[in-house]
């Protein structure tokens, strides 16, 4: 109890849990927000910019983008908490699985587990190393991004040739 009130003194806390009504009234209400219809699309107003009513223009098919954000906020946290608790099942499962049984079972869950977080941060370092526009021009950063050489030939240590 004593963290309850602690947490509700926070105005993060608070600012943060205003805004998580607003997302979940915005997609279970979305009326409350917008007039228009999201499919109620007019070529004649493609790509117009904000205006009274529509305050964030129109989409290339003439359809009102603000009415189309807050009518696919409930498609959005559907999607996210589905997959939450997809996720949830399938990992305790796992999880018990594991911790049950040990051994090899549990060498395997947790080598795949392993990959799995990583797997986001590998992916960010393949993407900035081979990036154009981090590749031969910048001159600050890792060895292989300031010289015209194989990112292998700096890993290993041996000069490249520029």
């Avoid at 849990?17 to 409350?32: E, H």
């Avoid at 910019?49 to 964030?56: Q, V, Y």
């Avoid at 986001?120 to 010289?147: A, D, E, K, Q």
């Amino acid at each position: 109890m004593e963290a309850w009130r602690s947490l509700r003194s926070q105005p993060v806390f608070i600012f943060a849990a205003l805004l998580a009504l607003l997302v979940l009234a915005a997609a279970f209400f979305p009326q409350l927000f917008t007039q228009e219809s999201p499919t109620d699309c007019n070529i004649k107003h493609s790509l117009q910019g904000p205006r009274p009513g529509h305050i964030l223009g129109y989409n290339t098919i003439g359809c009102d983008i603000f009415a189309r954000t807050v009518y696919g906020t409930r498609a959005s946290l559907f999607v996210g908490v589905f997959a939450t608790v997809g996720i949830l099942l399938i990992g305790g499962v796992f999880g018990v699985l594991a911790g049950f049984f040990g051994g090899w079972l549990d060498s395997i869950v947790t080598w795949v587990s392993s990959v799995i977080f990583a797997f986001p941060l590998v992916l960010g370092v393949f993407l900035i190393t081979y990036l154009p526009m981090f590749n031969g021009r910048n001159r600050s950063g890792p060895p292989h991004c300031r010289s015209h050489s194989s990112p292998g030939r700096s890993w290993r240590g041996s000069p490249g040739q520029p």
